[in-house]
Structure formats: structure tokens, C-alpha cells
T-cell receptor, first 112, second 105 residues
Framework: DADVTQTPRNRITKTGKRIMLECSQTKGHDRMYWYRQDPGLGLRLIYY???????NKGEISDGYSVSRQAQAKFSLSLESAIPNQTALYFC???????????FGPGTRLTVT | ELKVEQNPLFLSMQEGKNYTIYCNYSTTSDRLYWYRQDPGKSLESLFV?????AVKQEGRLMASLDTKARLSTLHITAAVHDLSATYFC?????FGAGTRLTVKP
């Protein structure tokens, strides 16, 4: 079984709709992250969380919110989706010692 | 604020050739990461470089870190088609734009 899972894997939604992307991990790490990937821009950090009570904005948090329901679960919400939020979204977790990140399979989101 | 720049962004090379991808970063960092992404897939960790002078090798790939120059390199030796992918370097929570490598027969 995958260490980091994301649901849904693909989603098409309309402008103005609220949408939630979910992430679960079984690696037992406290640290979790949400990124978006756009062609030519690499990955950009949206939010990160170092434990259940810790939530921090990343580079591009506007238009997004997150919820850390448990050590293993970290959800990303788009309160009112807009077309320029069309992207590939990745959840990740990391070991605090080495810092390398373990990524989920990604969610491809299209906002029409 | 850490900025990470990779070059080249696109690399087309012949099988059997050698090449180097460069990664410059803007502020002091004692660690640097390399990831690989195959088309339509997620990212997987290739190398974790934790100190100045660190060198890691896996197969035809070798990564190094020079913290004084704020430079990491990913060297490809005798490229094969299976190495075709996008390679990202990253500092802590900051990624470069990626280098799309295509290896042609």
C-alpha cells in the first residue's frame, strides 16, 4: 500500500464551487505539506503543518485553506474555485531528521 | 527567502553521453534534495545531500553539494533512455522549476 494517498485523483469542478482535497499518510511523520505544480514552475508550497496544532501559510496560500484532522490526515480546501487554480496538487510528508519529502500520487484539478 | 534555480530547464541528449544539471540556491542551506518525476507520475526522492562536500551516487547519477558556492550538481554518466524524466532540486520546501531530460537513442 502507498505511504501517502490522495483523494480524489482527478476532479473537474465549476468556478465558484467549494472543493476539498484529502491526504492521508501511514509513515507516522508529523510534518505534512500541500503543493501545487504548474508547467514550468516546479512545485510551489501552499500550506504546511508540523503537527496537529501547527498550520502555516506557504508561498501561495491565497484562495486556499487547510485542516489537520489528525497526525495522518491533512486536507486542502478551495473555498470558491477559480480557473487559475487548475493545476496538479501534491500532498507530502517528511521525516524531520533528513527532511526528504514523500509525495502522494497527486490530484489533477480542473476548474471550468 | 530561499530561491532555487536550475539550469538547463530542457535537456536533450544522446544515449551514452555525459551531462550535468546545475542547481543554484540563494541563501545558506546545509541540505539539498534531488527528486525525479516521470510523466504523469509523482515525485520520488533520489538524493539527500546533508552537508558541504556531500557526494551521492546511484547508478548513472551522481549528486554533489557545495554549500559555500550554494551549488549542487546532478551528473549523468553514459545516459540511457530510462533516465528520461524531469529532475527537481529542492531546498527546504522550495523547489526549482525542474529540468526535463530526454535521452535519445
Amino acid at each position: 500500500d502507498a505511504d501517502v494517498t490522495q483523494t480524489p485523483r482527478n476532479r473537474i469542478t465549476k468556478t465558484g464551487k467549494r472543493i476539498m482535497l484529502e491526504c492521508s499518510q501511514t509513515k507516522g511523520h508529523d510534518r505534512m505539506y500541500w503543493y501545487r505544480q504548474d508547467p514550468g514552475l516546479g512545485l510551489r508550497l501552499i500550506y504546511y503543518s508540523f503537527d496537529v496544532k501547527d498550520i502555516n501559510k506557504g508561498e501561495i496560500s491565497d484562495g486556499y485553506s487547510v485542516s489537520r484532522q489528525a497526525q495522518a490526515k491533512f486536507s486542502l480546501s478551495l473555498e470558491s474555485a477559480i480557473p487559475n487554480q487548475t493545476a496538479l496538487y501534491f500532498c507530502a510528508t517528511s521525516d524531520p531528521n533528513r527532511g526528504e519529502q514523500y509525495f502522494g500520487p497527486g490530484t489533477r484539478l480542473t476548474v471550468t | 527567502e530561499l530561491k532555487v534555480e536550475q539550469n538547463p530547464l530542457f535537456l536533450s541528449m544522446q544515449e551514452g553521453k555525459n551531462y550535468t544539471i546545475y542547481c543554484n540556491y540563494s541563501t545558506t542551506s546545509d541540505r539539498l534534495y534531488w527528486y525525479r518525476q516521470d510523466p504523469g507520475k509523482s515525485l520520488e526522492s533520489l538524493f539527500v545531500l546533508l552537508s558541504n562536500g556531500a557526494v551521492k551516487q546511484e547508478g548513472r547519477l551522481m549528486a554533489s553539494l557545495d554549500t559555500k558556492a550554494r551549488l549542487s550538481t546532478l551528473h549523468i554518466t553514459a545516459a540511457v533512455h530510462d533516465l528520461s524524466a524531469t529532475y527537481f532540486c529542492a531546498g527546504y520546501m522550495r523547489f526549482g522549476a525542474g529540468t526535463r531530460l530526454t535521452v535519445k537513442p
